[in-house]
């Protein structure tokens, strides 16, 4: 009978609470300083058979895209700034600490622009004037080295190769295939139609196609090492960063979504335990467990005491200001505010370099280990003999713990070979720019920097980039199911509770974001488009 009272008691709490987390979801105040590290690395030779385009390789740069005038057939077109990919783990999609946080590399290094321009054409003129070089010209570089090619009469190739005119997709998908198959006549004929159609500050199939026209000349030039090498446009302030991410998580849903659902199901797992240690395997800053701090120490009959294990990449030391142990400083001084024992363990390492030792498991814990947009960044059979993905999962289920939440974007760009590759990108990234488009005006610069500095590397790394250089490897729920299914563990449905509040919470969005319970596991989806899955195991 007391525990019945007991339960309940705490369930009118929990849901009191996570209420005021939809006022309060944002809990930068609490712990929040950083400066992005610089995107200086040059990853090893992508292995390609274009290798009639390889001899580009060397003399050409990645700002290779000219932004087009006015013309009778076009408005006026943006090609983005040049693109920093770094093949250090991870994106700033997922490294937003989900709305804050830098994590795991440097974000797209795309145009800084001046704080004085307060004209939308001023800030367009300038990506223009800093991209334009005389040695940029891919398309003459192409000509020149192909020079024996039939007449490029623009409504004679539409015709041969069945593309709409006027149609931004159609000619995207045909690029694509085009390289793919190694095609270089309609590759030299199709750039610069892309050029003219793509656009920083047009519709979201214009601004996602500036940066997957990126990601096909990167990949068309053949070589990693001279891409990234190529790559010298300015990365943003520190202080110009945070706020990119911060206005990406505001505008968006995906990141308050994924922290809710995982905190909901830890929650709930570990209602009736004294001592939890909590792995986190993309600790950030830390901003996941305020929330759930916060609730604990509510719980009916005091607090438990809190461990966390926070593993972190070293790099990340340059996102802080500083290493793992700011971290503990700043979820110790919360945790001592409101009254709850706390212990930090701090592992800065690369999530395939971890062992067992590292996690410090002590008996009689309840263990609650987080996967949070990070799994995917960790290599797998299709790259590592030693499968460290299907390793650690093996590993973590030997700890036997209470709950393993798991949150990943829905889509298949880990084995998937080059033009499916592409045409996923295409669909899942469209879905993305689309919800973007409600929130934030066309005209409006933040927004043009959001996507800029906090989505295009993920795009162009997914399209560019193969072996151990392309860290962007998504994978489809169903391949995750398989993947925790064969390493022992069981589904741990989800707590209606938690599906009831993330519904108010896309409420307050829009319309046409859906959540979609299936068995359990929770979808994100924007207008019938699945984007983000939240599941728990045990």
């Not at 390492?349 to 002590?362: A, F, P, W, Y």
Request: aromatic share 8%.
């Amino acid at each position: 009978m007391q525990t019945s009272t007991k339960r309940k008691s705490f369930d009118k709490h929990q849901e009191s609470l996570y209420n005021q987390g939809l006022m309060h979801a944002s809990v930068e105040s609490h712990i929040m300083t950083e400066n992005p590290p610089s995107s200086d690395y040059s990853p090893s030779k992508d292995a390609s058979k274009f290798r009639n385009a390889q001899s580009l390789a060397n003399q050409m740069q990645f700002c290779t895209l000219e932004s087009s005038l006015p013309t009778a057939n076009h408005s006026v077109q943006n090609s983005p700034s040049s693109l920093s990919i770094s093949p250090r783990s991870g994106s700033p999609m997922s490294q937003l600490d989900w709305h804050s946080d830098y994590v795991h590399g440097s974000p797209v290094s795309a145009l800084c622009v001046t704080e004085d321009q307060n004209d939308l054409q001023s800030k367009l003129r300038q990506i223009e004037n800093e991209m334009l070089g005389s040695e940029l010209d891919t398309v003459e570089q192409l000509k020149n080295t192909y020079p024996a090619h039939l007449p490029l009469d623009p409504e004679k190739w539409r015709q041969l190769m069945g593309i709409p005119s006027g149609g931004l997709k159609q000619h995207l998908i045909a690029c694509a295939k085009a390289i793919a198959e190694n095609d270089l006549i309609a590759v030299e004929w199709l750039i610069p139609e892309l050029k003219h159609m793509v656009s920083v500050s047009g519709e979201p199939i214009q601004r996602l196609g500036a940066y997957l026209l990126e990601g096909l000349i990167a990949k068309l030039s053949a070589s990693g090492s001279s891409i990234y090498k190529a790559l010298k446009c300015k990365e943003p302030a520190s202080a110009d960063l945070l706020s990119y991410m911060h206005i990406l998580y505001e505008v968006c849903p995906y990141f308050k979504f994924g922290y809710l659902s995982a905190n909901g199901a830890i929650s709930e797992a570990i209602k009736d335990e004294n001592t939890v240690h909590i792995i986190d395997f993309l600790i950030a800053q830390g901003s996941q467990w305020v929330t759930l701090i916060q609730a604990l120490a509510e719980r009916p009959g005091g607090p438990p005491h809190v461990r966390i294990t926070g593993i972190d990449d070293p790099f990340n030391a340059y996102a802080r200001g500083g290493g793992l142990h700011i971290v503990g400083q700043r979820l110790s001084r919360l945790a001592n505010s409101c009254g709850v024992p706390f212990e930090f363990h701090a592992v800065p390492i690369s999530g395939c370099d971890l062992e067992l030792e590292h996690l410090d498991v002590r008996p009689n814990e309840a263990l609650a280990v987080n996967f949070a947009m990070q799994l995917h960044h960790i290599s797998d059979e299709s790259v590592s003999t030693r499968n460290h993905r299907d390793r650690i999962l093996r590993m973590i289920k030997s700890l036997s713990p209470k709950v393993v939440t798991l949150v990943e974007q829905e889509m298949n760009t880990n084995t998937a070979l080059f033009f499916p590759r592409f045409l996923q990108t295409l669909e899942y990234y469209t879905a993305v720019f689309e919800s973007i488009d409600v929130t934030l005006p066309r005209e409006n610069k933040d927004r043009m920097s959001v996507e800029q500095h906090c989505l295009a590397r993920d795009i162009v790394n997914v399209i560019a980039c193969e072996g151990a250089e392309r860290v962007e490897r998504h994978e489809l729920f169903g391949k995750w199911k398989y993947r925790l299914t064969m390493a022992g563990f069981q589904p741990y449905p989800l707590s209606p509770l938690v599906n009831a509040t993330i519904r108010t919470l896309l409420h307050s969005y829009s319309q046409y974001y859906q959540l979609e319970e299936q068995d359990g596991v929770l979808y994100l989806g924007w207008m019938n488009k699945p984007l983000v899955v939240s599941s728990a195991w045990r």
